[in-house]
DNA sequence: GCATGTGAATTACTTCACAGCT
DNA sequence: AGCTGTGAAGTAATTCACATGC
């Protein structure tokens, strides 16, 4: 058993947080005991769409497409990379994770034959939209991209942009106010709060 | 010139976010105008610390390191790579981006002297926190951590984490709930929001 | 007329605090 | 006594709406 302490203990936030969040989703402790720890990783796990396992395709097999791919996380996630594509010759073929990377143009029949449901872009950001456009013409429904783009897609498709960039200049704000420069400026406004992760 | 409607719609939130976002900084428009776009990208430039460059350590010259090396946004954006390391023998010495990889036991004293201030992780789960205490002791004021893991650092240290199963995992929240399952199942609670991007 | 900048109103989120159960 | 689940209270973020200036 662990109690809502313990665990706001863990990731830094409160007790009451903890509980208000779960009671989003039903009641999965026991007053006075506190949460079974296997039943609140099998509770989190249906909550988060994770009982079951999802059919992926990343797109893109250069460095990213590679790092994910030797990325084990993913499978035992429940997530199955059913295919990888690529639009360079020379790597059309190879092997990347338990896959043979194909022809980035066979795309629209394979992705909805092995029934794709989650797509991830891993493309430069030039291909990136044209590739995301496929895998929404594909029938996906979610998308995660690490092109450094903004990408278009309708309202019913999810998505979620990794961008490394955007990530660095996060800190470089957090590190700009933390120290600041040592010439006589004024000191910044109200309001200016902290982007510690 | 550009007016918060423009820039709102561009983003997809509203103008009047647009506007009290800018005012926490300063007034950055003209009334009846807009905003200038050559000065509006100065000025956030400014705000988010990028009107200087930054040193950058890369630690881990694996696939997501040659990512990282090969993702060329970084030094036009202000990030200077000054230093990659691994602890493999094999990859030490060979050239990453315009680096040679060294050994990471020579990174306290390469960080010092190279004046890094912010580390990037990209080594396997087991090295990162034991490669953060190091950039930490090194003096880095920035972690961004690629490794799929909790890092503990102390409270003056920036931290940012990028998790590509966390991320799946919200891509399969919110395609759990945007299409549910068929069986007889009833509806979710109130409150239950989107997880869309 | 057009668009900013900002108090006021609204909405959302977090924390408090306690009844109720173990 | 210990801890959850949850209304109530408190805080924070967003949106409204308009005075102000171009």
Redesign the interface.
Same mark, same amino acid.
């Given at each position: 058993m662990i109690s809502s302490r313990r665990l706001a203990e863990r990731e830094g936030i409160t007790s009451a947080q903890v509980r208000k969040d779960l009671s989003?989703? #039903?009641s999965f402790g026991r007053r006075g005991l506190g949460y079974d720890v296997a039943n609140l990783r099998v509770e989190i796990r249906e909550?988060?769409?994770?009982a079951r396992r999802?059919r /992926?395709a990343v797109v893109g097999a250069?460095? /990213?497409g590679?790092?994910?791919l030797?990325?084990r996380?993913?499978e035992k996630?429940?997530?199955d990379v059913v295919a990888v594509f690529d639009r360079d010759p020379a790597r059309i073929g190879i092997r990347l994770g338990t896959r043979v990377v194909q022809d980035v143009a066979s795309l629209p029949a394979v992705a909805a034959r092995e029934q794709v449901?989650?797509g991830v872009i891993a493309t430069p950001p030039r291909a990136a939209q044209e590739v995301t456009d496929l895998l929404v013409a594909a029938g996906v #429904? #979610?998308?995660?991209n690490f092109a450094?783009r903004k990408l278009f897609v309708p309202a019913?498709v999810?998505? *979620?942009? /990794?961008d490394?960039?955007m990530?660095?200049?996060?800190?470089?704000?957090?590190?700009? *106010?933390?120290?600041p420069p040592r010439d006589g400026s004024p000191p910044?406004?109200? #309001?200016?709060r902290s982007? *510690?992760?």
């Open positions: 989003c989703f #039903g909550i988060l769409g994770l999802w /992926v250069g460095n /990213v590679a790092a994910l030797a990325y996380g993913f996630q429940g997530f449901e989650i #429904g #979610g998308i995660l450094p019913h999810a998505l *979620r942009t /990794v490394m960039a990530e660095l200049e996060s800190l470089s704000f957090a590190l700009a *106010r933390a120290r910044r406004e109200r #309001g200016a982007a *510690r992760a």
